[in-house]
């Protein structure tokens, strides 16, 4: 062991040599890394050669004559952490050196160096950079195993076997213990470079949302003091963040409390994240901003409270816009209801002159009074008395919905036979039937058909879903109708037809006034399309509900459910 003294030594002094070189590497390279890539590549093999040359300078003299030191190593990294120019450039200034000091193990010297340069090109390709104790350990033999068979070629091979005999077990143990310290060294480097070029490219990122974003972003600390504010937020309150920083909301905002101020401050108070609050706050320019935040606490390793990181966005435009909507909204219902206001105080004028119209053709119609002197009179006189009753039909509708829209529907709710009701209005629409060549079937109800309803706008519903499902019937069709009771002891009206039925689509449409199903044949009918919506208005007055269910070219059925009591009430 005491021969073995001076060689750990000397391994001891080369290995400094290594540790050394792993904080050059670190330096060259991160001067170069960004400026000259082949720069990098010259500079790291002139600090690896440098350190080959120093290892020569300090060996280790493992027999009387013969020297032997760790340039090995220093070249096999070289190719291995800087690739072939490093490599390159180490062995050959290695290689130089070594050949300058001269003896008889020149060659063997020479040969050692440039076979682990050569291996530690191929371990590069082979594993990549040595990032396991293993790998590197594994390498370090590698290198031990390609420079010992040159230790043969220096004075025969019984020499080289004895020479190998003294130095393999402590060269071994330096080989693999550098290697493993030389890696380690070299790649924590690279590692703490490369985690802080992310840590680098993710602050610029950070940095690029937060200038081209419309949101803003900002940190508080503990105190809830301003650490951080991204650009936007001088865009929008044009205040600069320099004045902000280090201060709290309430030094520089003149807040405007609401019930969302008050929870959004209790969330904070309460270190919880918060979304979405909104809030409106007043700059020192008087006009007021709008901003929705969110918002996440932050906490250390220890759980202890560290600040915040919040979002803010401006939404003053949408909440004025919001207002705006509502605003007109409001005007519209106002213009709507005293339009329909208008309307329904108007149907007494507007009824009583077109009843005279109506009246008088129709005695002119009959000759009442004797024949016209020209006959051609009595039939211009039907043409007057089938326009104004056409033209009393629309006025009735018009009113009628009007009165619904302005909350002066009227019912007479009392006792009557729904039997009857329906037996009457089919009575309204059987000559239109007829001419149109619809067979009507009713069938009464098999038990009591008494009801609490209003009979006049019962039997308009009727009419109004009787009579379309006769216009909109084919020739030849057939329309059923039937009253019967139901399990809550009130009443169902159902009307089906064979007809052109209505599209899915136009469903919620048809229950809108003046909109008509977009089926060619039923746009091409006529009406005003109320009949539909004054129906359904005046069932729900009745507290009941009116189901339409329709398929095209196979029909359409339309349930009226009207309840078993009913609120002796005028309005729906």
Known sequence: MAQLAPLFQTFAVNLALVIVLSFGVGAVTRYFGVRWRR?????????????????????????????ADQRNLVVF???????????????????????????????????????????GVLVARWWGRLDSAFKAAVAGLIVLAATLPWFLVIDGIDFGLSLIAQIALP???????????????????RRRR????????SEERFRDITDLATDWFWETDEDHRYTYISPRFETITGRPIADILGKRRAEFVEEVSDQALQEYRAAIDRREAFHNFTYAFEVPNGR??????????????????????????DISAAVQAERDLIAAKAAAERANLSKSEFLASMSHELRTPLNAVIGFSDLMKQELYGPHAIPVYKEYAGYILNSGRHLLDLINDILDISKIEA???DLLIEECDLDEIVGSAIRFVEE?????????????????STALVDERAIRQTVLNILGNAVKYSRPGGVVRIAVAGDCTGGHVITIEDDGVGIPKSDFEKIFEPFEQAANTRVATEGGTGLGLPISKALVEAHCGRLELSSQEDVGTTVNIHLPATQKNTANP
């Open 407 to 409: 909350g002066k529907l």
């Open 77 to 119: 990294f070289a190719g291995v952490f800087g690739g072939p120019v490093t490599a390159a450039i180490a062995s050959a200034a290695a290689g130089l050196f070594r050949l300058h000091i001269g003896g008889i193990g020149a060659f063997a010297g020479i040969g050692g160096i440039l076979t682990s340069a050569l291996f």
């Open 288 to 313: 007021h901003h709008y901003i929705m935040v969110s918002g996440k606490p932050i906490f250390d390793s220890a759980s202890q409270f560290l600040g915040y990181r919040r979002s803010g966005r």
């Open 39 to 67: 720069g990098l590549a010259v500079a790291n093999g002139a600090l690896f050669a440098l350190l080959a040359i120093l290892c020569m300078i300090f060996p280790m003299e493992l027999v009387p004559g013969v020297l």
């Open 194 to 201: 490369e985690t802080e070029a992310r840590l680098l490219a």
């Open 171 to 189: 060269f071994a143990i330096f080989y693999v213990g550098a290697s493993v310290v030389l890696a380690w060294l070299l790649t924590a480097d």
């Open 432 to 448: 239109r039937a007829s001419h149109a060549e619809v067979t009507i079937r009713f069938t009464p109800a098999s038990g009591p």
